[in-house]
């Protein structure tokens, strides 16, 4: 059953939320031992939540457009007197003082929420290895990885352990993901969600996003947590446009752009009508089969009635140097309140400052280290301009193509992932190998539009793909539309591990 | 390895952030580091000349918000978070140096 | 080393002293700089704050609008331009900081390009006046509460993320006294303005000086020294001279002084080296990717030029211009300070004397509550006293009975039976002391201007004794001199 499916049956009073919360309890009690998708089941309060939803259906209340659907929260959201971890020995057992925005509107629209997923530490990762907790497993073969950071999320909506999830994306955390656990994800403007209450990656690039079996579903958890917080200062204060009606208005007359230089820099072998024949130099390492379902998409697309072609954004390529240099920096000064002094782990010393650094060297995993000195070496004197301020103005000119772009085309299409979900392991040695596997999703990041996977058949292993509809700032309802269709044109079922 | 960090950079690193390393970790991390700013060297190499950098994907000004009192929180829901309390405060071992 | 303790004075010839001041000024809004806890002094500790101001995961801030606006008002009563800016984190580790960064602004602050001018018409630039956020309170346990020897460290976060204004003035400041006039200039601007209560003991006026020296002559810049911390305007003269001549002796000697920060030895009289410069911190600025740039219109800057109180230089030069002269500097600088230079200035448009009014007036009015005293009830007082129908002594006894009870000085100099002294009883009065005073009044007669001053004090002094303060003691002096024969 679909989340509004649930809602709509919750609030006719044809299910109860509890017995909806039961399944996929029970669900997660048998499944999530192999899965590892969940840091914490909240069985008890979603089960008091359900029976406080159907005393309200029993009294005739209004009970939210999300009622009784059960809903997954990766565990970098704060939700008050309930643990968050960020999957890091450095918050493990903290219990935050108040709730995260998205968590008190998806409360408000009804929502029950079942647990808190698992990530790669702060959100730190491609594959949700880096969990000090362990691994989380991609429910189509439990060998591989769900992506990340927030394999979690994907993995326990892709299991059937939730009906909705959230995420946090910060160079394409949702969707690469969502594309390797076939479950459609979404990235908002950023700016349209509010990020108070979501423990910070790298402010300038984090947007929480929803995860959904289907593109109808995302969509309207997308509604429940979008919209202006006074809490948060980079909070767009524009009304949202509703979205789920326009799901089914089709592409006719819409301009798609394939974007040259994110489809492996081969437009040529695109064979796509328009091609421009560009010879512009793209990204490394997008696999044939994710090309092939890319150019599958296109021209379902094109064949639904909108006009397909070539575009290229030369500077898309530079969006993974830049962003590696942006999202480190702005996260080492995030995660230097980890220091001992006020929450989370401590380990002591004879003096205070040696107490910080016994506490961040035990308390940190790996990975974040490694973020934490690139981001501090970006950032240090004599290196500013060379690194840091160089990937700012980098950002600069890829607004300005995109800007550019999107006076052609309506939306652009591109892979999500390079690859299928990869074997557990096989990019955990070497960094540089897993941060390729954003190239596709950082350039919205950068620019602050939105995007969104949505599942579009099997990679020649069988494992599900995810095509990216991209969009100008506040095109949601633009993107969700196109991905709607590109959902209803989709080979097969790409969801169902 | 391209060695643009040496061993002793990463160790100035480490010191600023506050983080420990034995020496074998910093040779790998000052290689691993070297290895990405290899990769950024396209960014390294543009030509910046006439672009203003961006800080933030936002062109918003002036989000303000009005001086009005709203409630703190619980000083015992703050404290029972903190790894040692005294009097009411964090306690922290001897802090030796002044504030910068 | 740390040279020999205080020495006062002036530096030796040819060296000219150079002192720029940072001066932190905590704004008296009702809330934080970033959130809704309230800004309030002497609380218990730890109940002030928030997710916000404890820096914990996940918090966000929001600019205080009251902030930004008295920032901004600060930077216009300081003449400067207020222009875009932004702000940005300066990163560096320390307990009493809950994000380990403080909110500062950087590269584009607030305010720029100001001056001060001080009561002596010297004027101070200002480089820039910055909105910034306060940091936490420690208190060092054990070992007598010295840094060094504590046991353990207690942290109150309750100021944590008080909005502050950082005024960073040029290094045009040539004196220890000088340093502490620009700080009394910069307390009455604030007061003035009502930004803030400005008080240097409870901490919300916090004072860093740096300071070097060169030739007379000269224009460098050598090597400073910055002393953290100075927590009343007596320090703060006494540790500028301190160092100034710590300096003035190690340039002497052949050597150099340090570039490090320095914190004064209040029992000392010394100041002793902190942190140097060398390991001084990268603290990695870079724009706060949390915040979004104040750009303040043309509009808002006029409204707040508009709203702009008159500041303590434009009334001390109204007093003046009033006082056609008879005013001194000093006796401006000090009314306006203590906010009696209308006062002063309405009784002399009602006719009063104006040098009498000023020097009564600063000299025993120095109370707080003079709420009693009005402008025409003090022009009658200075009018009894000019015309001699009471004395000085009297005239400060009525004041006295103004303040406390309001009456006019007419009914309150009937009532106590106050007249000034005819001048043949005062003329018989004087001679009676001259007699008893025999070597006195030789040395009166044959001492030189200083001596003369100093005896006639004490002529004057034995004869408002034995008349009970009713003689005049203008009077009483000019007859001393003219018995004296010039
Ligand atoms: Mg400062
Ligand atoms: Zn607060």
């Known amino acids: 059953m679909t989340a509004l499916g649930v809602a709509a049956a919750v609030n006719a009073g044809e299910r109860t939320a509890r017995s909806v919360a039961e399944d996929y309890l029970d669900r997660i009690s048998k499944g999530d031992g192999e899965i590892g998708a969940f840091n914490l089941v909240l069985a008890e309060e979603a089960l008091a939540d359900a029976d406080r939803i159907d005393a309200a259906v029993g009294r005739g209340e209004p009970v939210g457009p999300l009622a009784g659907v059960p809903v997954a929260l990766k565990d970098n959201l704060c939700t008050r007197g309930i643990p968050t971890t960020c999957s890091s020995r450095m918050l493990e057992g903290w219990r935050p003082p108040y709730s995260a925005t998205v968590v008190q509107r998806l409360r408000a629209a009804g929502a029950v929420i079942v647990g808190k997923t698992n990530l790669d530490e702060f959100a730190m990762g491609s594959s949700t290895e880096n969990s000090a907790f362990g691994p989380t497993r991609n429910p189509h073969d439990t060998s591989r990885v769900p992506g990340g950071s927030s394999g979690g999320s994907a993995a326990a909506v892709a299991a059937g352990f939730a009906a909705l999830a959230l995420g946090s994306d910060t160079g394409g955390s949702i969707r690469q993901p969502a594309a390797l656990c076939g479950v459609v994800g979404m990235k908002p403007t950023y700016g349209r969600v509010s990020r108070y209450g979501l423990v910070a990656l790298a402010s300038s ?26 809490l948060d200062s980079t909070s767009i204060d524009q009304p949202v446009e509703p979205v789920g009606k326009a799901l089914t208005d089709g592409v006719e007359g819409l301009r798609v752009g394939v974007v040259a230089e994110l489809c492996g820099g081969r437009p040529q072998e695109a064979h796509l009508a328009g091609t421009d024949g560009s010879a512009a130099s793209g990204v490394e390492g997008v696999a044939g089969d994710v090309l092939s379902r890319v150019q599958d998409a296109a021209e379902a697309l094109e064949q639904a009635g909108a006009e397909v072609r070539t575009v290229s954004v030369p500077s898309a390529v530079l969006g993974l140097s830049a962003y590696y240099l942006i999202a480190p920096a702005e996260a080492s000064s995030n995660l230097a309140r980890y220091d001992g002094v006020r929450y989370g782990l ?20 790996a990975e974040v280290k490694r973020r934490i000195m690139l981001g501090t070496y970006a950032l240090s004197a004599g290196y500013y301009d060379a690194f840091y301020g160089k990937a700012l103005r980098a950002r600069t000119l890829m607004l300005q193509e995109f800007a550019t772009v999107y006076e052609d085309v309506d939306v652009l299409l591109c892979p999500t992932a390079p690859t299928t979900a990869f074997e557990l392991g096989a990019k955990t040695a070497d960094p540089l190998l897993m941060y390729l596997n954003d190239v596709c999703t950082i350039p919205s990041n950068l620019t602050g539009h939105p995007a969104i996977s949505v599942p579009f058949g099997r990679g020649d292993d069988g494992l599900p793909v995810g095509v990216q509809v991209m969009g100008p700032a506040l095109s949601e309802r633009l993107i969700f539309r196109v991905a709607a269709a590109l959902e209803r044109t989709a080979p097969g079922d790409g969801s169902t591990p | 390895m391209s060695g643009r960090i040496s061993r002793d950079e990463a160790a100035h690193v480490a010191r ?85 | 080393m740390s040279g020999t303790p205080e020495r006062e004075g002036t530096l030796a010839d040819g060296w000219e002293l150079v002192v720029g001041l940072e001066v932190h000024v905590e704004l008296s809004t009702a809330t934080k700089l970033f959130c809704g806890c309230a800004n309030r002094f002497g609380d218990e500790p730890n109940t002030n704050v928030c997710p916000v101001c404890l820096g914990l995961p996940g918090s966000l801030p929001v600019v205080n609008a009251a902030a930004v606006d008295f920032a901004m008002r600060l930077g216009r009563a300081l003449g400067c331009e ?40 010297d004027v101070v630039g200002i480089e820039r006046a910055h909105i910034e956020e306060d940091t936490g309170k420690t208190t060092h346990v054990g070992g007598g509460g010295r840094i060094h020897d504590a046991d353990h460290a207690l942290v109150d976060y309750n100021r944590a993320g008080v909005p502050l204004v950082e005024i960073v003035s040029r290094p045009d400041i040539r004196g220890a006294e000088q340093a502490r006039t620009y700080v009394r200039e910069l307390r009455a601007i604030l007061l003035a303005i009502g930004v803030s209560d400005a008080r240097m003991e409870e901490g919300s006026m916090r004072v860093d000086a740096n300071v070097s020296v060169r030739p007379v002559g000269s224009n460098e810049l050598r090597t400073r020294c910055e002393i953290k911390n100075l927590s009343s305007l007596r ?18 000697g052949g050597e150099r002084p340090r570039q490090e920060t320095r914190h004064w030895d209040e029992a000392g009289g010394r100041t002793t080296p902190g942190r140097s410069k060398e390991d001084a911190e990268d603290y990695r600025y870079f724009q706060d990717p949390d915040l979004v740039p ?18 303590p230089a434009a009334r001390r030069a109204a007093l003046l211009a009033a006082g056609a002269g008879a005013v001194s500097a000093s006796d401006a600088a000090l009314l306006v300070e203590r906010d009696q230079d209308a006062l002063v200035r309405t009784a ?79 003329a018989a009065t004087v001679d009676r002391v001259i007699a008893g005073n025999p070597d006195e009044w030789q040395r009166f007669c044959s001492g030189d201007d200083t001596d003369r001053k100093k005896l006639s004090g004490f002529f004057i002094g034995q004869v408002m004794r034995s008349t009970r303060g ?15 024969g010039g």
């Not at chain 3, 320090?235 to 002497?252: K, M, N, P, T, Y």
């Not at chain 3, 009602?350 to 020097?359: N, Q, Y």
């Open chain 1, 346 to 365: 401590r380990v002591d010393a004879a003096n205070a400052a040696e107490m910080n650094v016994n506490t961040r060297t035990a308390g940190f995993g």
């Open chain 3, 82 to 121: 207020v222009r875009p800016a932004v702000f940005a984190r300066k990163n560096y580790f320390y307990p009493d900081m809950p994000k380990d960064y403080q909110i500062s602004q950087y590269d584009q602050p607030t305010n720029t390009d100001g001056c001060l001018e001080l009561p002596d018409g």
């Open chain 3, 348 to 426: 002399v448009a009602m006719g009063a004397d104006p040098g009498l009014t000023a020097t009564r007036v600063s000299n025993d009015l120095a109370v707080d509550d003079w709420s009693r005293v009005t402008p025409d009830g003090l022009a009658a007082l200075i009018g009894l006293e000019a015309s001699g129908q009471i004395t000085a002594t009297q005239a400060k006894q009525v004041l006295a009975e103004m303040v406390e009870a309001g009456d006019d000085p007419a009914s309150i100099a009937e009532r106590r039976g106050f007249q000034a002294m005819a001048g043949d009883d005062l």
């Open chain 3, 235 to 252: 320090s703060l003269g006494r540790a500028i001279a301190f160092e100034a001549h710590r300096h003035v002796d190690l340039w002497s």
């Open chain 2, 16 to 100: 600023l952030a506050r983080l420990r390393f034995s020496d074998d970790e910093l040779d790998e991390l000052a290689a691993q580091l070297s290895a990405v700013l290899d990769h950024a060297a396209d960014v390294e190499a543009l030509d910046v000349s006439g672009i203003e950098p961006t800080s933030h994907p936002q062109p918003l000004t002036d989000v303000t918000r009005v001086d009005e009192v709203r409630p703190s929180l619980e000083r015992d829901e703050v404290l029972a978070q903190a790894p040692s309390v005294a009097e009411g405060q964090f306690r922290v071992p001897p802090i030796l140096g002044e504030a910068p």
């Open chain 3, 470 to 484: 009713r003689a005049d003691g203008a009077a009483v002096n000019r007859l001393l001199q003219e018995k004296a």
């Open chain 1, 205 to 230: 690039l984090d947007q929480i996003g929803p995860f959904g079996t289907n593109v109808a579903d995302a969509a309207a958890c997308y509604e429940a947590i979008a919209g202006h917080d006074p």
């Open chain 3, 294 to 311: 104040l750009a303040p219109s043309a509009d808002q800057v006029a409204a707040i030029d508009a709203a702009l109180p008159v500041l």
